[in-house]
């Protein structure tokens, strides 16, 4: 039963991620922490933080959210579940795409989808920000990486690491 | 995205039908040594520099579809220059070497945390992750928002996405159902014909590529 609902929710995340991983964070902690009871806030945060030191895309997140969840089998479930429907869109749309060329609408698509995919991505920093910064030392690491990144071309993963270790030194 | 030249070796010795283990080799090595979500800026290193199999035309042809269609940008880039490569087996290889490297590390943490997670320096630790990893999400907004706010449609649909999704907490698929086809429409086909190719998307030579370019 468990198994089957994480199915049906990461399938449904993953045709819901417009403009990338970013955008369906709000309605994945929604999912998993309110609605479903499936993990707290704590949890969701920490698992999220562990997405972003691995390389590759940082949604490989939800491979330990279906872990946590349910085992291996429950990995397995959720990684079919959230690659799968998008493997089948894009690879359909890559295949459609030329011929679409003369189409009109084909740009007003991708024109109309660009600043909701923005929206998205915004309330997605906006949820990460409300679990994660709690007290000044989280604030000042968000806003020294934010300067940092604004002024100069850093390997971001660096950036990370070094919040992640600030953070525990000043908390001791 | 800048657009410095091929290296010179790439278009002579590019072969447009590599073997299955090559295309898998390549995409282990992009999701391998990508940190910090620059797996697209890595792809383009290995797919247009290195291999030549796609020309930077190319590329930014396949972003426009992988940031069109749902899913991680990075999987769909893996799909379509696997597919064009090779077909559905191209398409299927390329996507596991993209995700393998991270699938196997980010696993192997969530053991570590999992028999850690009382510990208050591994709390403290991935608090500040996510604290950092705001400051480079919010990076990426402010970047992309420098292109996108100025203009008063796109500014008005990004607010109301916004507003919507994290204030009024309407659920996501209500959000794309009703914004989704509102937005399209108001970039309908006759409402603006004197656009200029290239200048749609804002994220192909946005801030992500910038980021973390070498």
Not at chain 1, 39 to 52: C, E, H, K, V
Not at chain 1, 145 to 155: E, M, T
Not at chain 2, 42 to 48: F, G, K, P, S
Not at chain 2, 73 to 78: L, T, W
Request: with cysteine; aromatic share 8%; net charge positive.
């Amino acid at each position: 039963m468990r198994l089957l609902h994480l199915f049906l929710v990461f399938s449904l995340l993953s045709v819901l991620a417009l403009g990338g991983g970013n955008s369906i964070l709000p309605e994945m902690r929604y999912m998993t922490v309110n609605r479903l009871n499936w993990l707290t806030d704590a949890q969701f945060r920490s698992i999220y933080s562990l997405g972003q030191v691995v390389p590759g895309p940082n949604m490989l997140m939800v491979l330990v959210i279906g872990h946590q969840l349910a085992g291996w089998l429950g990995m397995a479930v959720v990684g079919i579940a959230f690659f799968v429907p998008d493997f089948i869109i894009a690879l359909s749309i890559n295949r459609l795409w030329i011929r679409l060329g003369g189409w009109p609408w084909r740009m007003s698509i991708q024109r109309g989808l660009a600043p909701v995919a923005i929206g998205l991505m915004i309330s997605g920093t906006y949820t990460i920000a409300r679990l994660s910064l709690v007290n000044v030392t989280t604030v000042v690491i968000a806003l020294v990486v934010l300067a940092i990144l604004l002024w100069r071309h850093i390997n971001p993963g660096i950036l990370v690491l070094a919040g992640g270790a600030v953070c525990m030194l000043l908390s001791r | 995205m800048d657009t410095e030249t091929q290296a010179p070796n790439a278009t002579s010795e590019r072969n447009l039908r590599p073997s299955l283990l090559k295309i898998f080799r390549v995409f282990v090595s992009a999701g391998g040594l990508s940190f910090g979500g620059g797996a697209v800026a890595y792809l383009r290193e290995y797919i247009v520099r290195e291999q030549g199999w796609l020309d930077d035309e190319g590329f930014l042809g396949a972003m426009e579809i992988s940031e069109t269609v749902p899913g991680l940008i990075a999987v769909n880039m893996s799909v379509i220059v696997g597919d064009n490569l090779r077909g559905v087996p191209g398409a299927i290889v390329a996507v596991l070497g993209m995700l393998l490297p991270g699938s196997i590390s980010v696993m192997a943490l969530a053991i570590l945390y999992q028999s850690n997670n009382s510990n208050p320096d591994v709390r403290h630790f991935l608090l500040g992750i996510a604290a950092a990893a705001v400051g480079l999400l919010a990076t990426v907004a402010v970047q992309l928002g420098r292109r996108q706010f100025g203009k008063l449609p796109d500014a008005a649909i990004v607010a109301i996405t916004f507003f919507a999704v994290s204030i009024l907490k309407i659920s996501l698929p209500v959000v794309l159902v009703t914004l989704g086809p509102i937005s399209v429409w108001l970039y309908r086909p006759s409402a603006s014909p004197e656009r200029q190719p290239g200048e749609h998307l804002p994220f192909h030579r946005g801030p992500r590529h910038h980021l973390f370019r070498r």
